[in-house]
């Protein structure tokens, strides 16, 4: 028997409804990512489902891929679009998984503010992405042999064939930073923070689509690599900071961090002047050849060398005034000296006391002047 006005508080919200969709994304995401690899195993359908899942644009012969498989060399093409954008709900569906198993959990611990909270939410995720791109980056980059040959980030530029790892990388991080606009709806952020991770992620996708397309991923690999780093030890410092209460273990992070942000500044310039304006510039193939991939002409160089000083010198600027603006809060504040107010005399008691001081002068004179004086006073009295 029901009772009337009576309401269940684990009443399920109803389907499609904003609720619905913010509780249930991952599900409805994974049933989505889940027909293009049902795809595969229909006849039919598997010629459409492969252009998703799989990395396509393959420029080495079939002879060369089967007697040196590590050979097989990949460019960019129109069917990068459907891989970005299958990958892209997976990394939807992957950052759910992170949420409610690891971190959810972790923060129920802590009884965070609901600023913290996000705050919290905010870092967990992103040091896994920048701890997992260090690393793949890390290892593309010494199989490249980048570190000890600088010269080979503009050597034999165009640089328009990668290998599969080297290639699927930036497809993961563009399909990654795509994906932070919906995650703004499904996690419900606040207007005040939309601003800035709208910017942050706009930034990335520009930067990273930026570097794909132009052929100049070797030099866009190593920078993303130095940027997640530093910002990977800045999430660190901040997640010790919610878990260390007495603010021993914060302290040196955030000093770590600091330095590392600084110096990554420094050398993200140096390795962009050294490809752009030094490198590049004395390369032989030099000109614009938008069928070869060649982008190589002043213009763009200087361009993207702008592009990648600005960005330096914003996250710089943005870090002096934070760390001014912790300066002014943790000075101790002095308060001005209370200056002793007049206190305020009654309306009659002013005018007694002027009655006081007049009777008293008046008193001070003869008798004779003391008459003249209060004749004159009756006087000017009544001629008021």
């Known amino acids: 028997m029901a009772f009337k006005g009576r309401k269940s508080s684990t009443k399920n919200p109803p389907f499609f409804s904003h609720e619905f969709v913010i509780q249930n994304h991952a599900d409805i995401v994974s049933c989505f990512a889940m027909i293009f690899v049902v795809g595969l195993m229909v006849q039919v359908t598997s010629p459409l489902a492969y252009m998703f899942i799989a990395v396509h644009h393959n420029v080495s012969s079939e002879q060369q891929s089967i007697e040196t498989p590590a050979a097989t060399r990949y460019t960019y093409g129109y069917k990068d679009i459907c891989a970005v954008f299958f990958y892209f709900l997976i990394c939807i569906v992957m950052h759910a998984i992170i949420q409610e198993y690891v971190l959810d959990k972790i923060s129920r611990k802590l009884h965070l503010s609901k600023v913290k909270h996000s705050k919290f939410n905010e870092s967990g995720q992103l040091l896994v992405f920048y701890v997992m791109s260090v690393l793949w980056g890390g290892d593309a980059i010494l199989k490249e042999n980048l570190v000890l040959n600088i010269s080979s980030l503009w050597e034999g530029y165009p640089h328009n064939e990668m290998t599969f790892m ?59 690599v130095i940027h997640y780093f ?104 002095v308060q001005p000296r209370k200056l002793p107010t007049k206190k305020t005399v009654p309306k009659k008691k002013k005018e007694e006391s002027k009655k006081a001081a007049v009777e008293d002068d008046v008193n001070e004179l003869t008798e004779v002047d003391q008459n003249t004086k209060k004749s004159l006073r009756s006087r000017a009295a009544k001629a008021k």
């Open 166 to 224: 080297f290639k699927f990388f930036f497809i993961i991080q563009m399909s990654y930073w795509l994906h932070c606009y919906p995650e703004l709806y499904f996690q419900r952020t606040k207007r005040e923070e939309m601003a800035a991770r709208t910017q942050y992620a706009t930034a990335g996708l520009v930067y990273v689509t930026a570097g794909y397309l132009l052929n100049f991923n070797r030099v866009a690999i190593c920078l993303l």
């Open 230 to 333: 530093s910002e990977a030890l800045f999430h660190v410092a901040r997640l010790i900071d919610f878990v260390d209460k007495e603010e021993k273990g914060s302290k040196a992070g955030y000093l770590v961090s600091d330095v590392v942000f600084v110096l990554a500044r420094l050398a993200s310039i140096i390795l962009s002047v050294l490809t752009f304006w030094y490198g590049l510039s004395l390369s032989d193939t030099q000109g614009l050849d938008l069928v070869a991939g060649n982008f190589n002409i002043p213009p763009i160089r200087l361009f993207a060398l702008a592009a990648v000083c600005l960005l330096q010198a914003y996250l710089m600027f943005h870090f002096i005034t934070d760390k001014l603006r912790q300066l002014r809060e943790q000075a101790p504040q």
